[in-house]
């Protein structure tokens, strides 16, 4: 349609140049960059995959293996540094200390388990996945916060898209990891050294904050995204019932990966539709392209202050002392600085809660390797569990991620309360895992991929609306703490000492006396069902924790939270319409970036004179 529309307006290279560059540099183009960025940004999914080799190559035991994990997890997670890095610099200042982190990281782990180098100590290796585990927080801040920050009205399945993708990329990588070198399980750490690092790299610059007029359409392009991605769900889905039964050849895989790759790029017809309705509408101006009335029930009061008169009245108020405005938080849904969302009730209580969810999940996840080897699975039906956990993952994020954005605008459903039914529902697959029913390891990956992944959205999302998105980029960051301290609580000092004590009394048992550098191996279901119902306790009280977010938000949550930035959209209308222009002027900050307040702002500004103008 797009190449008719060329022919028939006899606008020849010179036209389809324009529109080329009109895409590279469009807003929906920058979507498709991060949605390609998240799909491969999920390689902590996979540790359970290769987790096996690093065991058994190195000599460790349950304990230190699950103390890399734990490293793993806190790299994967604690993403403060890359926040405050981009509350100061351009989003691909970000994306590029993050591939050199995830390329050097990996690339350390597949030296190490395949003989490379001289065997690492302990030590060594928890650093080494730490840091390659820690360039998904800058990938992640660097495509999803900015996204968020385009489409504001649409974070709820913004984030749920974007997350969602990431909880996919474990059985998109895995694809992948299958066409390129086969079945050896060490090449797929090298995957993950080198992949993510080069789509990272190609769209450095494309992802940036493009802020444009809100369309009535943008809704509906996500939703296109979604069905993109649920189709390619629904064929990983299918493939790994196939392969779990049916051993597939080399050139069937390569396959197979052809047709994974044709769904991740079929997006982009997506946006070179929405761009050529653009392009067109600036080739052929209409009078009112954007659609947005502005009413004044006082005639006389139509013009809007002009950006620097409202700079100059901003700046003639005397700002508070730090100190004093940290403990006079603004209502919720304002502004917050980051030391008064910090220290609030509010996120003390969402930190608790996902602690308790998010930590409990991600250790049956790390452990699945383990637990499928301990109950008897094949080792082709452990592989199948990762593939099921990232699947359902990537379903738990899409769906509440959208899903929740529907009932909170059309039913004024509160997103705590979602969250709180996830932490309940997550209790079935502890609860499987612990009492090992034949076959309950299918289904407990389904319950808590699903849930693992539904937390992460709820909680991004929530943080935005009670906060604000002043200071999105480190508040998002902060939020991620929660998974590496409960994964530190749950997996490290309770699932792998359990396990090892159970393996050393079935050692004791047998009469054999263990060596040094000997791994401890248990089997039975004895080995993890006292660590999976303590798990599923702490999630029952993680549970009990949510239910007071949700009286205390419960009016917030009634009101209109999207109010201000209708306002906002209207009045960049207006600017637009008296200048002719499709793209509002925003103030730029020192280091180059767009929008966001200097570092010496963003710890104890006042919110209440700024957040307006630097939201512009």
């Not at 022919?7 to 290279?13: A, D, Y």
């Not at 498709?32 to 096996?52: C, D, E, K, Q, R």
Request: charged share 15%.
């Amino acid at each position: 349609m797009v190449v008719a529309e060329f022919r028939g307006s006899g606008g020849g290279w010179r036209a389809i140049k324009s529109f080329g560059l009109h895409v590279l540099h469009g807003r929906w183009f920058m979507v498709f960059a991060s949605f390609l960025i998240m799909s491969v940004s999920g390689s902590g999914y996979l540790f359970g995959a290769y987790s096996n080799d690093i065991k058994s190559t190195l000599g460790y035991d349950q304990t230190s293996l699950n103390l890399i994990g734990f490293f793993k997890d806190t790299g994967g997670n604690v993403g403060v540094l890359s926040g405050l890095i981009n509350e100061i610099s351009p989003p691909w200042v970000v994306l590029s200390i993050g591939v050199i982190m995830n390329f050097f990281g990996y690339l350390m782990i597949w030296l190490s388990v395949t003989g490379h180098i001289a065997k690492p100590q302990l030590w060594q290796m928890c650093l080494y996945i730490y840091i390659g585990a820690n360039s998904q927080a800058f990938s992640n801040t660097g495509a999803l916060v900015t996204c968020v920050m385009n489409f504001p009205e649409s974070r709820g399945s913004v984030i749920g898209l974007l997350k969602g993708l990431v909880g996919l990329s474990g059985a998109i990588m895995t694809q992948l990891y299958h066409a390129f070198y086969g079945d050896n399980s060490k090449a797929l750490i090298l995957l993950i050294a080198w992949l993510p690092a080069a789509v990272s790299f190609v769209f450095l610059r494309t992802v940036r904050i493009i802020k444009t007029a809100r369309r009535s359409n943008e809704l509906k392009v996500f939703y296109n995204f979604l069905y993109v991605s649920l189709g390619l769900a629904g064929l990983l889905m299918v493939l790994i019932i196939i392969q779990n039964r049916i051993k597939f050849t080399r050139s069937e895989y390569v396959g197979n990966a052809c047709v994974v790759l044709t769904l991740l790029f079929l997006p982009l017809a997506i946006v070179m539709k929405e761009e050529f309705k653009l392009w067109k509408s600036k080739e052929h101006p209409v009078n009112d392209p954007i659609q947005v009335k502005v009413v004044s029930e006082n005639p006389q009061v139509l013009e809007q202050p002009s950006l620097p008169q409202i700079e100059t009245r901003a700046s003639e108020r005397k700002p508070d002392s730090c100190l004093s405005n940290i403990f006079r938080s603004p209502d919720r849904g304002e502004d917050y600085t980051i030391l008064q969302a910090l220290l609030s009730i509010d996120m003390l209580i969402l930190f608790i809660a996902t602690t308790c969810g998010i930590g409990g999940a991600l250790t049956a996840i790390d452990n699945l390797g383990q637990i499928g080897k301990s109950l008897g699975y094949p080792t082709h039906s452990i592989t199948t569990f990762v593939s099921l956990v990232s699947i359902w993952n990537y379903l738990g994020r899409a769906m509440s991620g959208f899903a929740s954005e529907i009932f909170l605008v059309k039913y004024k459903f509160p997103r705590p309360l979602v969250l709180t039914l996830v932490l309940l529902f997550s209790c079935v697959g502890h609860l499987l895992i612990a009492f090992a029913v034949p076959n309950s390891l299918y289904f407990a990956s389904v319950i808590i991929g699903f849930c693992f992944g539904a937390q992460w959205p709820l909680m991004f999302a929530i943080i935005s609306e009670i906060f604000g998105l002043k200071y999105y980029s480190t508040l998002y960051n902060f939020g991620t703490i929660a998974s590496p301290v409960g994964s530190y609580i749950l997996n490290v000092k309770v699932a792998g000492r359990l396990y090892d004590k159970e393996a050393l009394k079935q050692m004791e048992a047998l009469g054999v006396t263990r060596k040094a550098g000997q791994q401890l191996t248990c089997t039975g279901a004895h080995c993890y069902r006292m660590a999976f119902i303590i798990i599923t306790a702490v999630t029952l009280f993680g549970f009990l924790f949510s239910i007071i977010l949700v009286l205390r938000t419960s009016k917030f949550y009634k009101g209109d939270i999207y109010k201000k930035f209708r306002e906002e959209a209207k009045a960049a209308a207006s600017e637009m319409a008296s200048r002719g222009d499709d793209i509002v002027p925003m103030r730029e900050r020192e280091g180059g970036a767009n929008f966001i307040a200097s570092s010496d702002d963003a710890s104890c500004s006042n919110t209440t004179n700024t957040s307006s103008i630097n939201h512009h």
